[in-house]
């Protein structure tokens, strides 16, 4: 048996990703900065700590959705060989997933709203691991189609049971 090394994947999502989580990102922190300075302003006593507290928090929230899709692109990673599908993830806990493709029952692709915008897709390979999923995220959408067929045909040709 060929000895195997655990190395950084290959790839990285498609840099329209970078807009797309973006915009996600600005989807729930500008609500979410809305709603304290109006609480501020509706509900609080008007002192300058305050004020300047709740500023503070709007703007970090703000600034987080700006800076976060960024630091997620350079750490999200993922390849995919003959042998398994891997996939890297997380900024201060970096999680490896591999999955052998004997192992891979379902390959599923999916397109949001929002990625269609961007023309994006996801790719989730399902083994029967207790983990959950493998999710490789924001791939160019034909990309993700043709990635879906090669999984197909490659554990179509492999031996095992896939449990």
Not at 50 to 62: E, R
Not at 90 to 118: C, E, N
Request: charged content about 15%; proline content about 6%; overall charge neutral.
């Amino acid at each position: 048996m060929a000895e195997v090394t655990l190395r950084p994947p290959r790839n990285l999502a498609d840099p329209r990703a970078i807009a797309w989580w973006t915009v996600q990102s600005f989807l729930l922190a500008v609500p979410l900065a809305a709603a304290a300075v109006a609480g501020y302003w509706f509900f609080a006593p008007h002192s300058p700590a305050l004020g300047s507290a709740v500023a503070a928090l709007a703007a970090a929230c703000l600034l987080l959705a700006a800076l976060a899709p960024r630091a997620c692109y350079r750490v999200q990673r993922w390849e995919i060989t003959d042998e398994a599908v891997y996939v890297r993830s997380g900024w201060l806990t970096h999680t490896w997933r591999v999955a052998p493709m004997s192992r891979i029952q379902t390959v599923d692709t999916a397109r949001g709203p929002l990625q269609r915008l961007f023309g994006l897709a996801d790719v989730t390979v399902t083994t029967a691991s207790s983990a959950g999923a493998i999710k490789i995220e924001a791939l160019d959408h034909e990309l993700a189609a043709e990635l879906a067929a090669r999984l197909t045909a490659i554990t179509q040709a492999t031996p095992g049971d896939a449990t």
